[in-house]
């Protein structure tokens, strides 16, 4: 069986006392194991990163630049393989693993700018003879904990922009689909980066306390479920860490009666059904504004939902492919029960769905479920896999409050043609990320990525100028050169003090 290990400095240094089986979601059969490491193998891992960071971080920018350039190039020359690598472990079909290697990759074309970004400011002249001028320095060591829904672009939103701004990192996948962001890792060094500079290490709980813990780590990343999230938050804190931590999500999807109703259906598909529902930017509630559009949208939704078609990560022609392990299966058909008992209506119904010939396989069939309420659980949590719940608002009043008393506020899309509504809509919603007739409102690389409420802890956004802030520090510089004689006649004073 294929074994998968750290990628430390050193190597891993004998077999892992603990591991953890990494499933092939299409089949049902597990492929691989995961070597489970502990505060021993982070050590050795921090170890190398306090040798190499320091050189690095006074490597000049440009220099850092043509790394992250020549790792474009060789992530974009070994896409294929790293997408079918990646569809193997998660489940997501292949063109849905190439998107995600691909948003990935815009973030470190943005990081290729970062002598640009690193400019500080300047004053000259703030006093008689002073000017004053800020840089931003790398913290140290940094590190990244990611989720199991997108092994590729997560990690490189993280390690992307804190090793263009000097840091060195370490890196924490997730335990069930750990070989891409091992594989980024070994490329990120082909493209020229020092040994060390990057670095993973594998775990569950027991290596999430190491890292917060770790005195020598000083900013930590995370993505994942909310209640993990506001864990991660306090204990780095305690810790004296900085800490961004990003959530769950419930993203809601406004349809008002002046919509395009085959766009949103259209749009509904791909945002509710893709990669299984596994993401936190899928638009999982749809809200039409009054009965009249609720009804001739759930016309339009059966029929195109019934189109989809579910099949293994490989298959071209399939729509989305299996959720990533058979716990996460029974989690989200326990959500179908859990709803129908709650008295939402089943439309249609994905609990149960095999595929022939791969029966053993963790899919979920699509999902649709009509007169959802506020008070229901299956609404309140994310679901997190193939299923589209109807919530009917009364006015545009309504659809309003409804993102905006949610607990999570992470994506939020209004469908409409009226300019007024969209854009009293994005002024007024309680909600981080809002989309205008598009329904992922996920901002491009140059912008920022992160939700409000439970939905992100931490007061910096992943990736672009907000990432930049967040993995570096701001130091201030007043200076002053003499002109005088030594006699005291051109002597400073604070303006202040008079």
Known sequence: MRQIDHFIVGGAGGSAARTHKIWNPSTGEIQAEVALGDAAVLERAIAAAKKVQPEWAVTNPQRRARVMFEFKRLVEANKQALAELLASEHGKVVDDAHGDIQRGLEVIEFACGIPQALKGEYTQGAGPGIDVYSMRQPLGIGAGITPFNFPAMIPMWMFGMAIAAGNAFILKPSERDPSVPVRLAELFLEAGAPEGLLQVVHGDKEMVDAILDHPDIAAVSFVGSSDIAHYVYNRGVAAG??????????????????????????????????????????????????????????????????????????????????????????????????????????????????????EKGFFVGPTLLDRVTTDMESYKEEIFGPVLQIVRAKDFEDAVRLPSQHQYGNGVAIFTRNGHAAREFASRVNVGMVGINVPIPVPVSYHSFGGWKRSGFGDQDQYGMEGLRFWTKVKKVTQRWPDGGGDGSNAFIIPTMG
């Not at 936190?280 to 609720?294: K, N, Q, R, S």
């Not at 001739?296 to 990533?324: F, M, Q």
Request: glycine content about 12%; aromatic content about 4%; proline content about 5%.
């Open 241 to 358: 860490k900085r800490v961004q931590a990003m959530g769950g999500a419930k993203n809601h999807g406004i349809v008002m009666p002046d919509a395009d109703l085959d766009q949103v259906v259209n749009d509904l598909a791909g945002a509710a059904f893709g990669s299984a529902g596994e993401r936190c930017m899928a638009l999982p509630v749809v809200v039409p504004v009054g009965e009249d559009t609720a009804d001739r949208l759930r016309e339009k939704l059966i029929p195109a939902i019934r189109a989809l078609r579910v099949g293994i990560s490989t298959d071209k022609d399939a729509h989305y492919g299996p959720v990533v392990t058979p716990e996460h299966k029974a989690r989200v058909e326990g959500w179908i029960d859990t709803a129908e008992k709650e008295g939402a209506e089943v439309v249609i119904d994905g609990r149960g769905f095999t595929l022939q010939g791969y």
